[in-house]
């Protein structure tokens, strides 16, 4: 399944970066893409269990980035 989140107040690529590592470490998720430019997070992963996974990464941004908007 693939999910693609909008985000707003992502203000650079190594905030970027460093998000995209820790998203693609966590379990259930298979490939994690944030772009800086679009401000659009794309998560990839099994679909057993997936909302879960959603839950888990919309918790990690906020606690990696805290100013970090999530819109949807």
Request: with cysteine.
């Amino acid at each position: 399944m693939k999910k693609v989140i909008r985000v707003e107040n992502l203000d650079c690529a190594n905030c970027a970066a460093k998000l995209e590592r820790a998203l693609q470490q966590m379990a259930g998720v298979e490939e994690a893409t944030v772009s800086f430019m679009t401000q659009k997070i794309v998560i990839k992963g099994e679909d057993v269990g997936f909302d879960q996974v959603l839950e888990n990464v919309k918790a990690a941004i906020k606690k990696i980035e805290p100013d970090v908007t999530i819109l949807n």
